[in-house]
């Protein structure tokens, strides 16, 4: 595995060389998720991909970093609701809608087409 290098390093890296910078991160990132259990991988890359598109949404780094920040804080609150009261967490439920009769009723169809 990659060890990373001390903050020197990096900083120096970040100012010189942030192509090398962003392969380090890149490898890093791999490395540790292709050691995670193969059950929790799909959730690793797909949570990454989100940070991935935060970040590139970003006005500029400090702003990315708040993005990201704040998504971590949510997922932190979240394991914290479970842990704390997981039966109240269990009994969430969803409203969920449909799709199609929203549709037919914003072009004034009935849901048999007539």
């Known amino acids: 595995m990659t060890s990373l290098p001390d903050f020197d390093t990096l900083q120096r890296m970040a100012q010189s ?3 090398a910078l962003q392969r380090l991160r890149q490898t890093l990132i791999d490395e540790t998720i292709a050691a995670a259990d193969p059950t929790h991988r799909p959730q690793l890359e797909a949570l990454q991909s989100h940070v991935d598109r935060t970040l590139e949404r970003a006005s500029n780094p400090c702003h990315g970093m708040i993005q990201v920040m704040g ?4 997922k932190l609150y979240q394991l914290s609701v479970v842990l704390n009261d997981p039966d109240a967490y269990f009994r969430q439920e969803a409203k969920i809608l449909s799709l199609r009769s ?3 009723q914003r072009s004034g169809k009935e849901p048999n087409g007539a």
């Open 17 to 19: 060389d942030p192509d």
């Open 71 to 74: 998504m971590m804080q949510e």
């Open 102 to 104: 929203g549709i037919e």
